[in-house]
């Protein structure tokens, strides 16, 4: 099947480039526009009690809860003194009548006391927003913003959930742009020195860009099916050129070779997908297989996610399978063209007597098999060790950086403000009468770690009670406080609903853990099928999945020590919350597995064509390595670049992702492939390749490989 699809490439080169332009222009042109289809949000469960208690308070009272808080402070004069209460009043009175209002709260209204800090020197007024999805929020909050500033001496800064949400967004996007600015001239240098020469180095950068703003083309399609999250387009940017590289290294990196061999380019280009492209497309859909695990969420962030993936992922396979091979043909030798350096000459696919840096690793490795499996394990085990001890929680206005205006606002109402600020646990009391809800408010009163409760509204047979707590969201306390108004008895033929930011938070935990080890056994599953598929062997998948686990783990042990645990806190400008955030460790398992696995395919996919050349387990395993060794430690260190500079953002979201895939991605790189797979394979020996007859018989038949024959003369022409 790829001989002739590199045929066919050959022969259609022409038209697939003009194809290829065409995608790109529609990607410049129309993808783009995804930045305007794309919403924001999407954390939270549509069926969990706290969603379900959101839903039936909208439902019976319309826009409920406090989207913003506004809050003044004068260095002099107190609330109640003209210096701070005259400008705020004036806040007030351009409020009024405002269309994106529903209701406004302040001191001044004589039924908010608490809304004055201890000291008297600062007050804070809520907003409610007309009903409207979390976009429409986000653009009445600017149109607002304006009116909002008491000027003079008074120091007046926005927070609140939507203040919140905006900062967020404007944080992490600002963090994108500068990960880009930093990785991509380091990235064009590092291909340049990988390559040796400019046309080589363009190669994975024209991949890329197909990939992304194929990406964006595909996305938007979905985008106008279903809501798409804001964060699939840095999912596309990411994996897009990622992925293109790998690609793109071992495609131009096996077509060198060759060519080094003396093929002509029509012949250079069939063996190449023969091998190489076969290697791309198992490695492409499995990736592709592990994203789709997200969809087995119902958070709109999670699916968002895997719609962008699988579309970047995609992309890039399929332009490394069909535009990377035109443009081959019609480059030929001139793919070594305006050489950087003295030309170092590759070795030739097949050359014998050939031995290079990695090979002598790999027979090292091999004589000692179990020193090196014992140590490299205890390493990677010690890593892993503190994901043991690992807490998840939500999150708050601390993952923003220090003195951004809605973090202030929640830290200065939660220490200076009584009843700790503006985010209550709501009950929603369904069913019963208002002296019944007061009965069941008055009981909450009483519960330990709750500083007031109150009926907020009641429509007779529906009521909300507020329930106040000190600290912040993410606080025990606050958890604590959603139990137990929780495990209440609920008045007689009445339903209680508990919802509120911290019940989101532990209803996402609580629905994730329980999810988990349904996408843990899907991704086993599709990735053990492809690779059973691509290797005809029931042990390699086994190992790959364990090989994955480990180096994963490690790169999660490393996360709960520096983030959990508040390591390097100070270097990373990071406050450390004393919990993971559980959707960030959801995505990297899903983005981690996929680019361990595709490593571990790099790798074998070469050791099995040595070994079907030669029938020789440990010649295979050494010359496999040295020709994937660079490729992969060269991949490995460009997708590093691509992402290392996540750890810079302000946004601590994005430093998780940076820091985990950095340390997930080096140990695959250096320790698992190098060491831990020679290993393991040198003991396991022929048994490398075993699978029971009925699994053989099925890979002889539907089985995903290359002619079994290798030296075979292809087909593919003389040019």
């Known amino acids: 099947m790829f001989a002739w699809w590199g045929r066919a490439v050959v022969r259609a080169r022409w038209f697939v480039l003009a194809a290829t332009l065409a995608v790109v222009a529609v990607g410049a042109g129309w993808g783009t526009g995804i930045f305007g289809a794309l919403a924001s949000g999407g954390f939270d469960d549509p069926a969990s009690e706290s969603s379900r208690a959101h839903a039936r308070i909208e439902e019976t009272f319309g826009a409920v809860g406090d989207d913003l808080a506004i809050l003044y402070t004068h260095p002099t004069a107190t609330a109640d003194q003209p210096a701070l209460a005259g400008p705020v009043q004036a806040v007030l009175d351009r409020l009024e009548g405002r269309p994106e209002v529903v209701a406004v709260a302040s001191v001044y209204d004589g039924q908010h006391p608490t809304y004055v800090s201890t000291d008297g020197h600062s007050t804070y007024i809520t907003i409610r927003l007309r009903d409207n999805d979390e976009d429409g929020k986000l653009a009445d909050l600017r149109a607002l913003e304006p009116l909002l500033e008491a000027g003079g001496d008074v120091d007046t800064e926005i927070g609140g959930i939507y203040a919140f949400l905006r900062d967020a967004n404007e944080q992490v996007e600002a963090d994108i742009v500068r990960a880009e600015l930093i990785s991509a001239p380091v990235l064009l240098v590092l291909l340049m020195v990988i390559f040796r020469g400019l046309v080589a180095a363009a190669t994975p950068l024209l991949v890329g860009g197909v990939a992304i703003l194929g990406g964006f083309a ?12 804001v964060f699939a387009a840095n999912v596309i940017t990411l994996l897009g050129l990622g992925m293109a590289i790998d690609y793109a290294l071992f495609v131009v990196g096996r077509f060198r070779e060759e060519l080094a061999a003396g093929h002509p380019t029509a012949v250079a280009v069939e063996r190449t997908l023969r091998t190489a492209g076969r290697t791309v497309a198992v490695s492409g859909l499995t990736v592709a297989l592990a994203l789709s695990s997200l969809l087995l969420f119902p958070m ?18 399929l332009a490394a399978l069909t535009s990377l091979p035109a443009l081959l043909a019609v480059l030929g030798p001139r793919i070594n063209a305006l050489r950087i350096g003295r030309p170092r000459r590759a070795p030739a696919a097949g050359e014998p007597g050939r031995r290079g840096a990695w090979e002598r690793l790999a027979r090292s490795v091999m004589r000692r098999p179990v020193i090196y499996l014992v140590v490299t394990a205890v390493v990677l085990l010690g890593l892993g060790v503190p994901f043991l001890r690992a807490e998840f929680g939500g999150f708050d206005e601390r993952v923003l950086p220090e003195g951004t205006a809605s973090r202030v606002v929640s830290e200065r109402l939660a220490a200076d403000f009584p009843g700790g600020g503006t985010s209550p646990v709501l009950a929603v009391v369904d069913g019963a ?37 000190e600290g912040s969201v993410t606080s025990d306390v606050a958890k604590d406080v959603v139990r137990q108004v929780r495990e209440l008895p609920a008045p007689a033929g009445a339903e209680v609903l508990v919802g509120g930011r911290t019940a989101a938070n532990l209803d996402q935990v609580s629905f994730l853990s329980a999810r988990l080890p349904w996408m843990a056994l899907y991704v086993f599953a599709v990735t053990f099928v492809l690779l059973v598929l691509a290797f005809g062997s029931v042990v390699l998948p086994v190992k790959a999945i364990l090989m994955n686990v480990i180096s994963i783990g490690a790169s999660f042990g490393v996360i709960v020590w520096v983030f959990q645990d508040g390591h390097f806190a100070d270097a990373l400008a990071f406050t450390p919350l004393g919990a993971l955030e559980p959707t960030n460790l959801v995505l990297l398992l899903a983005v981690l597995f996929g680019l361990s696995t595709d490593y571990e395919i790099f790798l074998l996919s070469r050791v099995r064509e040595e070994y079907l050349l030669t029938g020789d387990n440990t010649g295979a395993v050494a010359a496999g390595l040295q020709r994937t060794g660079g490729i992969i430690t060269a991949a490995a260190l460009l997708l590093i670049v691509v992402v290392a500079g996540f750890a810079t953002g302000g946004t601590q979201s994005i430093k998780v992702l940076g820091i985990g895939t950095v340390v997930a991605v080096a140990v695959d790189a250096a320790l698992v492939r190098t060491l831990l797979v020679p290993a393991t394979m040198r003991l396991l020996g022929r048994w490398n390749w075993w699978a029971p007859g009925p699994i053989a018989r099925m890979y002889q038949r539907i089985g995903i490989k290359e002619s079994e024959d290798l030296r075979a003369a292809p087909t593919g022409g003389d040019r």
């Not at 002296?435 to 409760?453: K, M, N, T």
């Open 218 to 229: 595909v996305t938007r399609v979905v985008a106008s099916l279903t809501e798409v999250s």
């Open 300 to 317: 709109g962030f999670l699916k968002s996610v895997a719609y962008g993936g699988m579309a970047a992922v995609l992309v890039a396979m």
């Open 433 to 469: 009468t208002p002296e019944q809800a007061q009965q069941f408010a008055a009981r909450v009163s009483a519960l330990p770690g709750v500083s007031g409760a109150a009926v907020q509204q009641t429509d007779g047979q529906v009521s909300v009670v507020a329930v106040l707590y």
